[in-house]
């Protein structure tokens, strides 16, 4: 049962410092939002152009401030450094981790118009960028320094930092995925032209679910599942299906990627949006019981129900990331956007604000 787009139950206030001191950053971190995940009285954000995490605390009136920086090169050997872009799509809390996947994808160069001749545009869009960075896909653990207040750190009792063992070139996802008869012949397209595109992952214990933006096949999205071992220099994806070792889901999603994966209870709330570049709709479905999924396959569409339909407002308001959001309610979430309309900006462009929006079953209103 699909929820009408204008039932936002509240507004909550996101305030960042200024980072116009870090060279590396360009843009305003929380215009380019692509992930978050909570943990008691922090609030962890990802911004799709940086190597780091950004942390807000609950203050007092239900807004959130007092931004913390995050960079994650102390923490991990990334390949291409701490300037190199990790492309952060999706954050998840689990067992005290906090788990961070990169987009694993290729980038075109844009061109552009305001110096290039309508040649040079068209030569530069041939350029295709590999970033190692982006191939990232590990956890690190949370230590709590104040109540509900946690700081991810390299070691905490006995937990360490780990991931996926990283290449400069590729990943250990991507040379499975090489011998995938759906996924293989999109492996090298750039994202947003329906090459791979991680963008939302969600953990129950050693099981990691990936929702990939793209590909899209023939209307399905799909969604990845791995299970990780913690061995002493990296996490190692256990054998679940033969002598594969991920379980690959579609879901009919009417042609969108997923943009973001969060758990209710056993139930999967999958975020959808337009695959390619252009813009489109938005909207959340409701996979009944998918913890219990036993194999790979296409789901029983009697098991996914439309929740809700976000509101689509062309070159603005791009529904990037949802986490549960327990003061509103059992089954409210809080949606963050990328390229936010302007009215949702304060406090000299600092502060911005995210919807929350009730999920419970409804009467559609007359």
Known sequence: MAIAVD??????????????????????????LSGMARIGRSLFLACDETASV????????????????????????????????????????????????????????????????????????????????????????????????????AEHNGRRADTLKLKKTSSRLVSWLRKDRHLAPFLDLPSKENGLDVEGIAVRRDRVWLGLRGPVLLGHAVILEIRLDDTHRHLKAKRIEGK???????????????????????????????????DGPARILRWRNAVRTPGSGVVDGGRLDHVLELPYRGAYEHPEGIELWPEAGEESVLVVYDAPAPERFGEGGLAMTADVFDLADRPDPA
């Open 7 to 32: 039932r936002v139950q509240a507004k909550v206030s996101l305030t960042f410092q200024d980072m116009s001191r870090f060279a590396h950053i360009d843009d305003p971190l929380h215009e380019d």
């Open 244 to 278: 594969r070792r991920y379980r690959k889901h579609l879901i009919d999603s009417a042609g969108l990627g997923v943009r973001d994966l969060r758990f209710l209870g056993g139930d999967l709330l999958i975020l959808l949006g337009p695959a390619m570049s252009a």
């Open 54 to 153: 950004e942390r807000l605390e609950q203050l007092e009136g239900g807004r959130w401030g007092r931004h913390t920086h995050i960079a994650l090169d102390p923490i991990f050997d990334l390949p291409a450094g701490p300037d190199g872009e990790m492309d952060i799509e999706g954050l998840a809390i689990d067992d005290g981790f906090l788990w961070i996947v990169g987009s694993h994808a290729h980038k075109r160069k844009k061109p552009k118009r305001a110096k290039n001749t309508a040649a040079e545009a068209l030569e530069r869009m041939e350029d295709v960028e590999r970033e190692a960075n982006r191939y990232f896909l590990g956890r690190v653990p949370l230590k709590e320094t104040e109540p509900g207040l946690f700081e991810p750190v």
